[in-house]
């Protein structure tokens, strides 16, 4: 029996380091699963961080873009009330032309300023028209881009 007992002990000490060794392989596993979660949510909170920086600086941007339209409509309405004067102006140039001729009068001093002051008055109406015209497009291109990195923002985020 001590024959017996003596091949059963060995091989317990067999299945124990057999069952150690084990052991110490699945530790190492655990370790090196853990450093791998430590890395992958190390990178998940820098991928965060940046997606939140960039929906700061994306909104940041469309206050920006929205000021720029609020601002570009206020001078649209500003140059609208200065063509309705102008245009005011311009009748009343046309009027005064008219009453000219009606008395035949042929001061071409008279004439010559009422033509200058109308071409004045037509030239300041086409460069505020322009520059209106400029500054709605600058801000409808700014709108479009915008729009774009809003919906690139989507498109991440759904990622």
Known sequence: TYNVLREENAMLRRVVRSMQSSLESQACTVRRLERQLKVSLAK???ETQELQSFVQRTEWSLQLMTQRALEAE????KLKQEIFVLQGELENSKVENENLRADQTTDLGAVKHNIDFALRSLHNIITGANWSIRQLTSGAESLH????VLKSTGKMSEV
């Open 44 to 46: 998940r909170e820098r």
């Open 74 to 77: 206020s001078n649209v309405e």
């Open 145 to 148: 881009f915008v729009a774009e």
